[in-house]
């Protein structure tokens, strides 16, 4: 077993890091434990375990609406949804 002498050195917003310790907790990893995850799972996958993009306009503007509530299309049932999905 190689020995670990590394060490990692973040700063987080303490809320942010208070909730992702709960998950941790659940999950049974430290917090050790989950950064020595990450770092596997980079070096498995050769990037970054997980998709980062940079959304369109036309997307961009879709997250606006929603976090403002506001949604352009807005549909009666979910048959109709798929409807419009499907054109």
Request: aromatic share 6%; proline share 3%; charged share 30%.
């Amino acid at each position: 077993m190689a020995i670990k002498t590394a060490m990692v050195r973040a700063r987080l917003d303490p809320a942010l890091k208070k909730k992702a310790e709960k998950i941790f907790e659940i999950v049974g990893l430290t917090e050790s434990e989950a950064v020595r995850l990450f770092y596997k799972n980079v070096v498995i996958t050769r990037g970054l375990p997980f998709t980062l993009s940079i959304p369109n306009d036309e997307t961009k503007l879709a997250i606006e609406e929603a976090r403002r509530g506001e949604f352009s299309i807005k549909h009666n049932s979910i048959d109709s949804l798929f409807l419009d999905l499907k054109s």
